[in-house]
Structure formats: structure tokens, C-alpha cells
């Protein structure tokens, strides 16, 4: 049996740059990750996957499922038989901009490396990850870094380990592709350069303005974490509705974490530290 954990990810920044001719757009933004996600568990069998968790009701595990994909896709790249038992348990809100099914295809890659004896920097490995989805070669990595491009082309980054989080989400979920379509289209410059966290506070998510008119629940949110004491960044992750908040301790974080369940019980939140 092999596990691996399927961080949720953040984007701490994410500035659109243009559209691409080809549908995507020209992107920079900086991940980072958390310590708790979802969880893929690979044993020898038939192939098929299960899923389970809080957010299993959401998902299929047909074949245009990610992790099926990942694994199918593997098994081509590398020649190898296709015979992986797979188990996602779903801890994380679907289509919520925290990496979600990304992540999880990054999981299964990983997971189908360490069966293989495949090296994790393997470059058909990467190749495999972007034709899963641009935040995939992100996810494959797993820690804090500055992504270009679609988010592929990726510059890794220290310095924020240990950096108490906390994750909510209203219960809404956004389509991000109807995100995208509502930017605005204007370039308002790149990152800043300098370390994680200042360049963060110094950028933006140029996909906030138009989530919040789509998910106006997303406003609540941003306006309860930013009143929170020990709150040193507050922001949408990728398009939404989930938001975060980095916090100078773990005492604030948790109060935080308090009131909002407290007076807001039905948004979904978690707790953690980025890795």
C-alpha cells in the first residue's frame, strides 16, 4: 500500500497577464501549500477507484475522473500495466480553488512513481502533469513556488513554512472557467519581486473582482477573515470562493477559526500550516 497526501493548495498572489490564443491565459502567480488536503491510497488490483470522505457525494469515479486520468495516463507514458486499486478520500471542497482535483492528480502521479521506482523529478512525469491540467505540475512539486506561464513554468521559493492558515469556504461553488471569462482583461503588472510573503502582500488575485460578482458570498468571507486579529494576509485562493488567511501564531489562527464557527457554522473551515 502506498499513500500520499493531496495538499490543498494556495495561490498567495495570482496575476493574469493576457489571454493566449490558445485558451489559456498568461498567468503569474505564487503557490503555496498546506500540511492537510485529500488522501489517494494505491494498493495492487484491479484498476478502479473509490472515493470517500465528507466530499465524496460530488465526485464520479468514472473515467473523466483526475485520478483515474492521472493513473491511465501513466500507465501509457511509462508502459506500465494499468493495475492500480486506487482510494481518494475527499476532505476538501469541490471546485473551490484550493487545487482540489489537481492535487489529487498530482497524488496518484506520485503515488504510480514510488510503485515504479520513477524519479519525482522525472521530466515525462512533469510532461504528464500539465496534460492533466495547469495547476497539475504545481501540485507533482508541492511546495511554494512562483508559477509563469499557464502556472507550469515554476521558480520554487522558502521561507514560509510553518505559517499558521486557515481555509473558508461559504459552501459555494464556483466554475472557473465562468471566472476567467469575467476578467476584465486588463493587465495591471506583474508580481514583485522580493521574498514570498512581501511579494504577496504587494500583489493581488486579479480573479477575486470577478468572483465575488458571481459567489457574492465570497465578500462575507474576505470581510470576516480581514477582521481578524493576527491576520497578516487575507485573499481569495485561485477563482474562488475559498479564502485564506496567513496569521502571526497558531493562538490567532485558532481564534479565528472560533469565532467563525461560532457565528458562521455552516461555511466549511480548516485549520493548518503551510509546508
Do not use: Q
Not at 498567495?12 to 492537510?36: C, K, V, W
Not at 471546485?95 to 492528480?105: N, T, V
Not at 473582482?209 to 494576509?233: K, S, Y
Not at 479564502?243 to 457554522?265: H, M, T, Y
Request: aromatic share 4%; hydrophobic share 45%.
Amino acid at each position: 500500500m502506498i499513500v500520499e497526501t493531496a495538499p490543498a493548495k494556495i495561490n498567495l498572489a495570482l496575476h493574469i497577464r493576457a489571454r493566449r490564443s490558445d485558451g489559456y491565459h498568461e498567468l503569474e502567480t505564487l503557490f503555496a501549500f498546506l500540511a492537510d488536503g485529500d488522501t489517494v491510497t494505491l494498493e495492487d488490483g484491479p484498476p478502479g477507484l473509490v472515493i470517500e470522505g465528507p466530499f465524496a457525494g460530488g465526485l464520479d469515479s468514472g473515467a473523466d475522473n483526475l485520478v483515474v486520468r492521472a493513473a491511465a495516463l501513466f500507465a501509457e507514458t511509462f508502459g506500465v500495466p494499468d493495475r492500480a486499486a486506487l482510494t481518494l478520500v475527499k476532505r476538501l471542497p469541490i471546485a473551490s480553488g484550493i487545487g482540489g482535483g489537481s492535487a489529487d492528480a498530482a497524488a496518484t502521479l506520485r503515488a504510480l512513481a514510488r510503485r515504479h521506482g520513477i524519479a519525482r523529478d522525472d521530466r515525462r512525469l512533469f510532461d504528464a502533469a500539465l496534460a492533466l491540467g495547469s495547476d497539475v505540475p504545481a501540485c507533482l512539486l508541492g511546495r511554494t513556488a512562483l508559477g509563469r506561464g499557464r502556472g507550469e513554468v515554476l521558480t520554487p521559493s522558502d521561507g514560509l513554512a510553518g505559517t499558521p492558515v486557515l481555509l473558508v469556504n461559504p459552501g459555494v461553488a464556483v466554475s472557473t472557467a465562468s471566472v476567467f471569462r469575467a476578467w476584465s482583461g486588463a493587465d495591471a503588472g506583474p508580481i514583485p519581486p522580493g521574498d514570498p510573503l512581501a511579494a504577496a502582500l504587494a500583489g493581488r488575485n486579479d480573479l477575486e473582482p470577478p468572483a465575488r460578482l458571481l459567489a457574492p458570498e465570497i465578500d462575507a468571507v474576505l470581510a470576516e477573515l480581514t477582521g481578524m486579529a493576527g491576520a497578516r494576509l487575507v485573499r481569495m485562493s485561485g477563482s474562488g470562493a475559498t479564502c485564506f488567511a496567513l496569521f502571526d501564531g497558531v493562538a490567532a489562527r485558532d481564534a479565528a477559526r472560533a469565532s467563525i464557527a461560532s457565528c458562521r457554522p455552516e461555511w466549511w473551515c480548516l485549520s493548518s500550516v503551510l509546508t
